[in-house]
């Protein structure tokens, strides 16, 4: 059984990134000619700040340096956060996504764009958002239906609190 580089430094670098209180999400080694790119994308249930990062990378780079991880070639390590429209794969994924849209491609119905309400051991709860005036309904998803997921951004959804403040102004 042979091992890739970026399962070879997965290894190394886990434990590190555990340490700070995070999770490791991705390693990914990437050539653009004679340059080197590590790209290591990290997380946590309350999202990692610049500070977190900053502390995360210099430790990454610390030990990739006491070690022969990279080789003797020169390489750039990127340590960063999923990006907004980030594809949910592990469980903690769909937790970390709970409120948010998520365009769900199903194994057998299609392609469904919903809410994430509601996250449990054997699926997801979700609302499917009405379409011209038609209110929302909600529906159940078993992870095995899900063969790939997605979060969606949105530029206009006003947050609990919003609605919740415009509640009390109006009554």
């Given at each position: 059984?042979?091992?890739?580089?970026?399962?070879?430094?997965?290894?190394?670098?886990?434990p590190?990134?555990?340490?700070?209180?995070?999770?490791?999400?991705?390693?990914?080694?990437?050539?653009?000619?004679?340059?080197?790119?590590?790209?290591?994308?990290?997380d946590?249930?309350?999202?990692?700040d610049?500070?977190?990062?900053?502390?995360?990378?210099?430790?990454?780079?610390?030990?990739?340096?006491?070690?022969?991880?990279m080789?003797?070639?020169?390489?750039?390590?990127?340590?960063?956060?999923?990006?907004a429209?980030?594809?949910?794969?592990?469980?903690?994924?769909?937790?970390?996504?709970?409120?948010r849209?998520?365009k769900?491609?199903?194994?057998?119905?299609?392609?469904?764009?919903?809410?994430?309400?509601?996250?449990?051991?054997?699926?997801?709860?979700?609302?499917?958002?009405?379409?011209k005036?038609?209110?929302?309904?909600?529906?159940?998803?078993?992870?095995?239906?899900?063969?790939?997921?997605?979060?969606?951004?949105?530029?206009?959804?006003?947050?609990?609190?919003?609605?919740?403040?415009?509640?009390?102004?109006?009554?």
């Amino acid at each position: 059984m042979s091992t890739t580089q970026s399962e070879r430094l997965r290894v190394l670098l886990e434990p590190l990134v555990s340490s700070q209180g995070l999770d490791l999400e991705e390693v990914e080694v990437d050539s653009v000619g004679r340059k080197r790119v590590l790209r290591v994308v990290v997380d946590s249930d309350t999202g990692a700040d610049l500070d977190q990062i900053a502390d995360v990378s210099r430790a990454l780079s610390a030990k990739l340096d006491e070690t022969d991880a990279m080789g003797a070639g020169e390489y750039t390590l990127e340590v960063g956060t999923p990006g907004a429209e980030r594809e949910l794969t592990e469980h903690r994924h769909y937790v970390r996504a709970t409120d948010r849209l998520v365009k769900f491609q199903l194994a057998e119905s299609g392609e469904l764009v919903a809410r994430i309400l509601d996250v449990d051991d054997d699926g997801l709860d979700v609302e499917v958002p009405g379409v011209k005036g038609r209110k929302p309904t909600a529906k159940r998803l078993a992870f095995a239906e899900v063969v790939k997921a997605r979060v969606q951004v949105e530029f206009n959804r006003k947050n609990k609190n919003e609605d919740n403040e415009e509640n009390a102004e109006e009554a």
